[in-house]
């Protein structure tokens, strides 16, 4: 049962003092454990490789303002609906083929109509949203169309491909969106099209529509702010996925909740008047959170998958995996969850809740106030269910019952104030030597990361699971947000999609430099990746497969249990090396030669140009490799510190290497906190002394006092007629006739032609003067301060 209490607003004051006690308790409390060294921050998952940039790999460009988004894919090719344009682009190179180029630009009156309703040019364009194969021979695209949607069929023509306009032309309100960047999905099925999108230029009106049925409107115990993110057909149903508000959760403030719906593909409305309206629309809340006495919920789902058919828990099932993030004003932490359809599908037939008025809570309707047939049932024509039913499912579509996650909990999670996931690709079912299937999943932040994991059945428990993070790639630079990704098994490549750009990454990285030893290759657990005891290399199963390389050659060790029983024979291996051994600098300046000794051990400290990498080669144990482009800041403190650095008077490497890296956060910590209590003790005394003086500088009555409202000028009169400006206060009567002398001891020593330069004499107080005016304007010219001006002239004497 929902619930919710008032309480007492505390005032600002308040608040504030208990903020300062409570961030001083935390610093002090960080400080403390520091200097033990008995607390550490328990990091996420940590990745065993790190891949940077690379601008050589295969790319298809466009602009930041194309918006791609991906429409259909099939074995050779992808369509991407951008601005103005449909692209067919090649999965083995990322090549568009011109000839299968779309092109669909507004006419000029809906382009001016869109300006004239406050619209942006960019905006006022026609961007291909939503694509469908009616048959062999015909296609359906869909595109904005500067804020107005119309649809468009198109012919294939057999002989070679190319496209042409059948000039049929249809309006796509409720079809397509008419904001190019609002959430919208849809599903073709059986020659009729799913969508979720807005039926409005305001975007005021969300519906979930298929000619002529829709939800209802602006009915928000249906759809409440909805944001789409996916649509699958499974069964007879369509299930779509989307965030809203939850207007379960109103009574206590405002949420946004994950949903799934459901609605029936032979759905044919009600009677009248709801023959237009869905009889079988229901939604359910999706479950992604970290189980405990409170949990912890990732609420908001950003993207899916399409159903996946495999072997789940010993059983074959069909599953998606979502991303799930905390709302943007909370801890910043996105999760991946699985979610059976037959657990969604289960939901749906279980109990309501409803709520018996708006000042009441949401309960659970009790079993005999639902009416028979069920609401929401697919039935055969639900133009002949009862008005009970049709009511009923109208006012009450949200089941009581959540959908919960595979296992109870996220099989991924990552909490970072730098990015969120964002999107998702999954290479389902690869096949690992030991026989047992892996599901390899690549998701996307928003800024501009892929990251790379497979969940390990634990072998204890089959529903305890160990997710192992392989890579983490910087395919787009920082900041650009990975908006969509898709799998090409033809040609082992990952498509990545951003809005301006498309590029592609491969599945796997065995024939890495980084993974060429035994250790290494064994350590990444990465399904694609195997070593080759033949040919000593790391290299791809499916590729050891193509050629009939003997599997028995071939060692994987999945769960990082075996790896210290199949490299042990490369461990113990001897290598020797000559005395001038050749090394170079940590500090990148260059290679220097090895001092000869009789009994120097063999060491090798190499760096690469991107980042660097240093390697620790010794006759114990050759794989032990530490790749600091592959480390984050806390994994290099633990990693550096378990390696023995011998000690060379031409590097830059110390021996007390691992103490400073692991200490760094310690010293910034120390200084902030000096920082603050300094902060603290300044503002005190300031007050103090503000309280002691309420007129500063009015003490000291023998100086000159500024204030920089006000002007102050004395004239010298010479033959040239010259006004020279000081800053001087005129209020005080003593500095006025001490100016006066001034100006009588400055004309007379002009008139005697005395020197250049002023030069004061405090001994026997004499005083030389030459073209005192003209150095006084030089003065004045560089800047010279007020008060060194006024020190010089309180020397004269009349």
């Not at 047939?373 to 039935?379: E, L, N």
């Not at 009511?391 to 990015?419: A, C, E, G």
């Not at 392989?470 to 990975?482: D, L, Y």
């Not at 030389?768 to 003209?774: A, G, L, R, V």
Request: overall charge neutral.
């Amino acid at each position: 049962m929902e619930t919710c209490s008032s309480i007492n607003t505390p005032t600002v004051a308040t608040r504030l003092r208990h903020l300062h006690s409570y961030l001083f308790a935390v610093l002090a409390v960080v400080v403390s454990c520091c200097l033990d060294r008995t607390c550490s921050w328990t990091p996420d998952v940590s990745s065993k490789s790190y891949i940077t940039y690379d601008t050589t790999i295969p790319a298809f460009f466009g602009n930041s303002t194309d918006y791609f988004k991906l429409l259909a894919q099939d074995e050779n090719s992808i369509l991407i609906g951008a601005r103005n344009a449909l692209y067919n682009i090649s999965l083995e190179r990322l090549i568009e083929n011109p000839r299968q180029r779309i092109m669909w630009t507004s006419s000029d009156a809906h382009r001016e109509l869109c300006t004239l309703k406050g619209k942006l040019d960019q905006d006022c364009q026609n961007y291909i949203r939503v694509y469908a194969r009616v048959n062999a021979n015909r296609i359906m695209i869909c595109g904005t169309n500067s804020y107005k949607p119309l649809c468009r069929y198109y012919n294939v023509l057999p002989s070679d491909g190319s496209i042409a306009y059948d000039n049929n032309e249809m309006e796509a309100s409720g079809r397509c969106p008419y904001n190019p960047l609002h959430n919208s999905t849809y599903v073709y099925s059986d020659g009729q099209l799913y969508s979720a999108t807005v039926a409005d230029f305001s975007g005021a009106d969300p519906l979930i529509y298929r000619e002529p049925l829709r939800t209802g409107q602006y009915d928000n115990k249906q759809l409440n702010q909805p944001a789409f993110v996916s649509s699958v057909e499974h069964n007879g149903y369509v299930l779509f996925f989307f965030r809203e508000v939850a207007i379960e959760y109103m009574n206590c403030g405002k949420s946004i909740y994950s949903r799934v719906s459901r609605v029936c593909k032979n759905d044919k409305g009600g009677l009248h008047p709801l023959n237009d309206r869905w009889t079988s629309f229901l939604k359910a809340r999706l479950n992604c959170s970290i189980p405990g006495e409170y949990p912890f919920y990732f609420d908001e789902i950003q993207s899916t998958t399409n159903a996946i058919s495999g072997i789940y828990g010993g059983d074959n099932t069909q599953i998606i995996y979502a991303i799930m993030t905390t709302p943007d004003n909370a801890i910043g932490g996105s999760a991946v969850c699985a979610f059976s359809i037959q657990d969604i599908l289960d939901t749906f037939e279980g109990p309501f809740k409803s709520q018996k008025d708006m000042h009441s809570n949401w309960l659970q309707v009790p079993q005999n106030q639902i009416p028979e047939p069920r609401p929401g049932k697919c039935v055969d024509d639900s133009r002949t269910l009862p008005k009970a039913s049709i009511n009923f499912v109208k006012m009450n579509t949200l089941m009581d019952q959540s959908v919960n996650s595979l296992h109870s909990r996220p099989i991924f999670t990552r909490v970072s104030l730098l990015y969120r996931l964002s999107a998702i690709a999954v290479d389902p079912q690869v096949k690992a030597l030991d026989g047992n299937t892996y599901d390899v999943i690549f998701v996307g932040t928003n800024d501009g990361k892929v990251i790379k994991f497979v969940n390990i059945l634990s072998s204890n428990s089959t529903d305890e699971v160990k997710t192992v993070v392989i890579s983490e790639t910087q395919a787009f630079p920082v900041g650009t947000k990975v908006n969509e990704m898709t799998i090409s098994r033809k040609n082992k490549k990952l498509i990545v999609i951003s809005n301006g750009k498309i590029i592609s990454l491969p599945l796997s990285n065995c024939n890495e430099h980084e993974y060429k030893s035994c250790r290494k290759c064994l350590e990444l657990q990465d399904p694609y990746c195997a070593w080759d005891d033949v040919n000593r290399d790391c290299r791809e199963v499916e590729d050891a497969q193509a050629v009939g390389f003997s599997m028995d050659k071939l060692y994987q060790s999945l769960d990082g249990a075996s790896v210290n029983e199949i490299c042990k024979r490369y461990d113990h291996r001897q290598h020797k090396t000559e005395d001038n051994d050749i090394y170079t600098r940590v500090d990148g300046s260059g290679y220097a030669e090895k001092e000869r000794s009789s009994d120097s051990k063999n060491v090798v400290i190499i760096q690469t140009k991107t980042r660097g990498t240093v390697s620790s080669v010794g006759p114990i144990d050759i794989d032990n490799e530490i790749t600091m482009t592959s480390i984050e800041g806390n994994e290099l403190t633990n990693r550096i510190g378990a390696n023995h650095y011998h000690h060379k008077t031409d590097t830059l490497v110390k021996e007390d290497l691992a103490f400073a890296s692991s200490g760094w956060m310690f010293y910034i910590l120390l200084i902030a906190f000096s920082l603050i209590i300094g902060v603290v003790i300044g503002f005190v005394i300031s007050r103090q002394f503000n309280k002691n003086n309420p007129f500063p500088g009015s003490e000291h009555r023998n100086q000159l006092n500024w204030h920089p409202t006000k002007q102050f000028s004395m004239q010298n009169r010479t033959s040239g007629g010259k006004d020279v400006n000081l800053l001087m206060n005129t209020n005080t009567n003593q500095y006025h006739t001490q100016q006066q002398a001034i100006v009588q001891q400055l004309q007379q020593h002009h008139q005697n032609n005395m020197k250049d330069n002023i030069d004061f004499d405090f001994k026997d107080r004499s005083v030389e003067c030459k073209n005192s005016t003209e150095n006084l304007e030089k003065d004045i010219s560089k800047g010279m301060g007020t008060l060194q001006k006024t020190r010089q002239l309180k020397t004269f004497k009349p």
